[in-house]
């Protein structure tokens, strides 16, 4: 924080009125079902995303951060509009696009971005940024905006500005997470609760495992799959895949062709493992908890057929040591895997995954741990 400020100072030759802070996330269950209107379960990381901000009598925006190149990005206030900019700066700018009609005011804005949570490992430093952004004008002019809403508007941000259709999911858990709970939230209504994810005193740990590549979909795409379940939910004349229940939706399997009904099934059974997780939290049967992680990687691997070598590698080697639980997370085919461990158990986890990822002829994973935190928040 004192370097973040003197750098500021360096940079703008001001003090920042503001600083605001947001975390990355994990989701620990229901992948691939937000935009089915289904449930998915989250936390927000202890890694965070910080900016120091300052308003300014000149309507420009001069942006900087610790993570990019030294260079200060210089744009007008009246031009803002979507895609335009340099790629990073597109995320925090979006923001302050997506809130100028609530901002009334002529000036501009001088911003330092530090983030902590590592760019592009599937953890959210793109949320994590746009709700730093979206905590810090809410505090600086007052608006008093409530935490939804607050979502909303950065998932705005990058949906229209960046051009990156994201659902709500990492907003709505970089501003409403909590320490020591998983926030489920209801993609429907956006509806949350927070359910108890105390890990630490019991000894637990979540390892994520980044296998750092990003592989092309080869047999047709996301947006291929989520047509599956659309017609899914059409052809059985439902609202959501998450008004059937499975013994429903596998009674009524002559009714689809094999490629939709897998794929459907796929998000009939993880909304139901996602409150079924639940359960087992409020029980804090962290056993069950683990087979029902597993469970959601089993189907991603082979109903909704997203997975890849690397990550089948990292989820078998951690379940092989002892995981309670391991699963791909994010969109597939690469990106991050998470596994639920004893947090004695975390060097050799390491190690072993590491040691497999080499014999394999895979390139080396990156590797974070992480405690359910709290979300968004004004650091000063
Ligand atoms: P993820 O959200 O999984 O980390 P994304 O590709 O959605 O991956 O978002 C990463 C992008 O967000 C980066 O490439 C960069 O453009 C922007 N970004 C995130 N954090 C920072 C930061 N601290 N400084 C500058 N840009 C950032
Ligand atoms: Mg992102």
């Known amino acids: 924080m004192p370097e973040l400020k003197a750098r500021f100072a360096e940079l703008f030759g001001s003090t920042p009125e503001l600083v605001a802070q947001a975390p990355g996330r994990v989701n620990l269950v229901g992948e691939h079902v937000d935009f089915l209107d289904g449930f998915v379960l989250p936390f927000a990381i202890e890694d965070v995303t910080t900016v120091a901000i ?109 051009g990156m259709p994201c659902g709500i999911m990492d907003q709505s858990v970089s501003i409403m997470g909590r320490k020591g709970s998983a926030l489920l939230l209801d993609c429907r209504d956006l509806s949350t609760e927070h359910i108890p994810f105390n890990i630490s005193p019991l000894g637990l740990e979540l390892l994520v495992i980044d296998t750092q590549v990003h592989h092309a979909l080869v047999d047709g795409g996301y947006a291929e799959r989520r047509a599956s379940c659309e017609k899914a939910v059409a052809v059985l004349g ?49 056993k069950e908890f683990g087979q029902i992680i597993t469970a959601s990687h089993i189907s991603l691997r082979d109903n909704y057929t997203v997975s890849c070598p690397e990550l089948n590698v990292a ?24 596994a639920l461990i004893r947090a004695d158990q975390t060097e050799n986890m390491k190690k ?29």
């Not at 700066?89 to 330092?112: K, N, Q």
């Not at 002019?141 to 990058?158: D, T």
């Not at 080396?364 to 405690?371: D, G, I, K, M, V």
Request: aromatic content about 8%; hydrophobic content about 45%; charged content about 20%.
């Open 54 to 162: 300052a308003r300014t009598v000149q309507p420009t925006i001069r942006i900087a951060s610790l993570q990019q190149t030294d260079e200060i990005f210089v744009v007008q206030m009246k031009d803002l509009a979507p895609m335009t900019g340099e790629a990073w700066t597109r995320y925090p700018i979006g923001v302050i696009w997506a809130m100028r009609d609530s901002l009334d005011f002529r000036g501009g804005f001088d911003i330092l971005i530090d983030g902590k949570v590592p760019l592009g490992a599937g953890l959210s430093s793109s949320a994590a940024l746009e709700c730093a952004i979206a905590t810090a004008l809410n505090h600086l002019f007052n608006l008093n905006i409530s935490e939804p809403v607050l979502a909303r508007i950065a998932q705005k941000g990058e949906n229209v500005y960046v």
């Open 238 to 286: 439902i609202t959501s895949l998450r008004d059937i229940s499975v013994a429903d939706f596998v009674a009524r399997k002559s009714e689809l062709d094999e490629t939709t009904y897998i794929r459907a099934f796929h998000g009939v059974t993880e909304m139901k493992r996602v409150l079924d997780g639940v359960a087992a939290l409020k029980a804090g049967d962290y």
């Open 315 to 338: 989820v078998d080697t951690a379940l092989s040591l002892g995981a309670l639980g391991s699963r791909m997370i994010g969109g597939g085919y690469g990106g991050s895997a998470i």
């Open 352 to 380: 072993a995954i590491a040691s497999a990822f080499a014999a394999a002829g895979f390139i080396s994973p990156r590797f974070f741990t992480s405690l359910p935190s709290d979300g968004a928040q004004i650091v000063k």
